[in-house]
């Protein structure tokens, strides 16, 4: 075998193991996913009974073992990803490809940390994939259109939460002021955090005013926390209303792994490569 028949061969196995582990177009592809998902669930099914104490006492050795063997699984899976991208840095720290290296480094990690191997349940994240199995393309375009509306509202977001956090600082003070370290507020950070649980209608309750101007500063804030809330979730309300996005399909692109391209697309329209 010459070294172009040997070249060719290679990217012969890596494009059919992109079409296996990347597309959920193909049967399997979608068997792929479907095995992925079902052993996702079971992966967090099992970190999720370990933190049981009864259920560790009985049956540890076996949870333990079983958190190794979907461990080396992933960690298998993830080696494959890298290698039959065409671009591996842009897949590793892609979204899916952090999310799927934190999926296998707190077992590791628990060899040196006791108990970091509980962050497992960080797998969850990777079940969003389901999306793309389930054909739920609908519901991956209001996804994008939501983060698009999120990220286009940024400015007045920010701009929100110092109004926000300059108004708790202003009441916290006032109410330290007030009502003094004999009825709890012990510290203006301690107000300050007052402040916030009152301002979102939280109320947990462990400090309150108890002099009748706190109490009369504490009903404004409360009045004021209800037309507060709403202000962020106009803001992104009108962006959602300008947002406009052609439906994506679930093609991913062979070079550097990145989905959301439109149907009728030939070239990746994040690195140019053809579809």
């Known amino acids: 075998m010459n070294v172009a028949d040997k070249n060719e061969s290679n990217h012969g196995w890596r494009e059919i193991l992109f079409e296996v582990i990347f597309e959920a177009d193909t049967p399997a592809g979608k068997w792929f996913d479907i095995?992925?998902?079902?052993?996702?669930?079971?992966?967090?099914?099992?970190?999720?009974?370990?933190?049981?104490?009864?259920?560790?006492?009985?049956?540890?050795?076996?949870?333990?073992?079983?958190?190794w063997f979907f461990t080396i699984l992933f960690t298998v899976e993830y080696v494959l990803r890298l290698v039959c991208i065409g671009r591996p840095i842009r897949y590793a720290v892609s979204f899916f490809g952090i999310v799927d290296l934190l999926a296998i480094l707190p077992t590791y990690m628990s060899l040196l940390f006791f108990g970091s191997r509980h962050l497992l349940v960080v797998r969850i994240l990777r079940i969003l994939r389901v999306f793309r199995v389930m054909k739920l393309g609908h519901h991956t375009k209001e996804a994008r259109v939501l983060r698009k509306a999120l990220y286009a509202s940024r400015r007045r977001i920010l701009v929100f939460l110092f109004v926000v956090f300059t108004v708790v600082v202003i009441v916290g003070a006032l109410v330290y002021v007030i009502e003094g370290e004999e009825n709890g507020f012990t510290s203006i950070p301690r107000s300050v955090y007052w402040a916030i649980v009152t301002l979102t209608t939280v109320g947990y309750g462990d400090i309150s005013p108890k002099t009748s101007a706190g109490q009369f500063l504490a009903a404004i804030v409360m009045i004021l926390g209800y037309s507060i809330i709403a202000v962020p979730t106009g803001i992104v309300t009108?962006?959602?209303?300008?947002?406009?996005?052609?439906?994506?399909?679930?093609?991913?692109?062979?070079?550097?792994?990145?989905?959301?391209?439109?149907?009728?697309?030939?070239?990746?329209?994040?690195?140019?490569?053809?579809?």
């Open 35 to 67: 095995v992925l998902i079902i052993s996702i669930l079971l992966s967090v099914a099992t970190v999720m009974l370990d933190s049981v104490r009864s259920i560790r006492a009985t049956y540890g050795p076996f949870l333990y073992a079983a958190e």
């Open 238 to 275: 009108a962006e959602l209303s300008q947002a406009r996005m052609r439906e994506p399909t679930c093609q991913a692109c062979p070079n550097c792994s990145a989905e959301g391209h439109e149907r009728d697309a030939e070239y990746c329209k994040f690195c140019g490569t053809k579809l």
